[in-house]
């Protein structure tokens, strides 16, 4: 029943690996976004998606990759993961694009913990 | 650069008291807010939005006041209960064809019983 899922919702991992978070939204919507939180609580967009297309990139390293295989998924891939990529990963989507004035449903994190 | 941001980074409050959490923003442009609730462990929560052309709007237990003169938002919580505690973050969308959620800092909003 859950309307957004992430997994996993804990990953613990060494400085240099690849690791991937999966996104799933159940609720129709065309929208999909990866924020960021770091451990001040402040959320951050990453990417967006809208109809399987990115729509916004912010100014995130490269070793981010974020893929729609349909508009009902989100993942993100990180390369050779660093210890400043330790947060706390939302995954969230909206009924149509932001630009329409469309609130954000969001999943429930991915602590990241890189040591 | 960040736009949104809040006055009080932790409040306090009694149960069953009112409870008041501030906002500022900076873009005159923006023509939509919204406040989220974040529960420890959870993501963050729609609680109420509210567009450019209002001042004023209710929910249960809630009220947001938008005052675009000063740039200023705040959400009022009726007869605070211990389930209210956790961080609240004001949105603005920048509006415009890439319009885009930008979130607030957050504040800690903690209820003692």
């Known amino acids: 029943d859950t309307a957004v899922s992430q997994t996993p919702k804990y990953l613990v991992t060494q400085m240099g690996n690849d690791k991937s978070i999966k996104c799933e939204q159940n609720l129709g919507h065309d929208t999909m976004y990866w924020y960021k939180q770091d451990s001040k609580k402040f959320l951050k967009i990453m990417f967006s998606?809208?109809?399987?297309?990115?729509?916004i990139n912010e100014t995130v390293p490269n070793r981010f990759s974020p893929k729609s295989p349909d508009k009902a998924h989100l993942n993100l891939h990180i390369n050779s993961l660093e210890l400043g990529d330790s947060a706390v990963y939302f995954c969230?989507?909206?009924?149509?694009?932001?630009?329409?004035?469309?609130?954000?449903?969001f999943g429930s994190g991915t602590q990241l913990s890189v040591l | 650069g960040e736009s949104v941001g809040l006055h009080l980074p932790t409040l306090s409050v009694q149960e069953g008291d009112n409870s008041i959490i501030n906002c500022a923003y900076s873009?005159?442009?923006?023509?939509?807010f919204i406040w989220y609730k974040q529960e420890s462990g959870k993501g963050p929560q729609f609680i109420i939005d509210?567009?450019?052309?209002?001042d004023k709007r209710q929910g249960q237990r809630v009220t947001v006041l938008l005052n675009k003169t000063v740039k200023h938002l705040s959400l009022q919580i009726a007869a605070t209960q211990p389930g209210d505690s956790a961080v609240y973050f004001c949105?603005?969308?920048?509006?415009?064809?890439?319009?885009?959620?930008?979130f607030g800092k957050g504040t800690k909003l903690s209820v003692k019983p």
């Open positions: 873009n005159s442009a923006s023509d939509y």
């Open positions: 509210i567009r450019s052309n209002m």
């Open positions: 949105a603005e969308n920048t509006g415009g064809s890439q319009g885009n959620l930008i």
């Open positions: 969230a989507s909206s009924r149509a694009w932001q630009s329409t004035n469309e609130k954000l449903f």
């Open positions: 998606y809208n109809n399987k297309e990115l729509i």
